[in-house]
């Protein structure tokens, strides 16, 4: 009887408990359905402000006004981006350019020694010089200093 007693007890608990529960899980289905009724999930006096905003005209207008802004703003930073390609496509073009003069340049002046070489050999002998004569200083002449 005892055990009985004991058992009745537990149950009546139990039962309070889950109806406690139940409240709860009621309050809480109440209050998400009023926040999904509610503007984008933003709680009821927040919409409620956020109405009082939309509905204002000065607020409506400075709202076009900052689209406006930052179109125009994405507009110029569009623009800038392609003017900031083209330069980097014109400098490409230079730097290859001057490369390509770099190299160019680089083989004449390997080509150079040969020629200051055979240029050495002969700066030592005149070709129209008479072979035991006196060398002529004609750059005397030329500035009108002759001997």
Not at 122 to 134: E, H, Q, V, Y
């Amino acid at each position: 009887d005892h055990k009985r007693v004991e058992i009745t007890e537990i149950l009546a608990r139990t039962q309070a408990e889950m109806e406690r529960r139940d409240r709860e899980i009621r309050e809480l289905q109440s209050i998400i359905e009023q926040q999904s009724n509610a503007r984008s999930g933003v709680a009821i006096g927040a919409a409620a402000i956020a109405q009082v905003f939309d509905s204002n005209e000065l607020i409506q207008q400075e709202r076009e006004r900052l689209k406006a802004i930052q179109q125009d703003w994405q507009d110029k930073l569009r623009q800038a981006e392609i003017e900031m390609s083209l330069e980097r496509a014109k400098l490409g073009r230079e730097r290859a350019q001057l490369q390509e003069q770099l190299r160019l340049r680089e083989v004449q002046n390997s080509s150079l020694p040969v020629v200051l070489a055979s240029g050495a050999e002969n700066a030592g002998r005149r070709t129209d010089a008479k072979p035991d004569s006196k060398p002529t200083r004609k750059w005397l002449e030329h500035l009108g200093l002759k001997e």
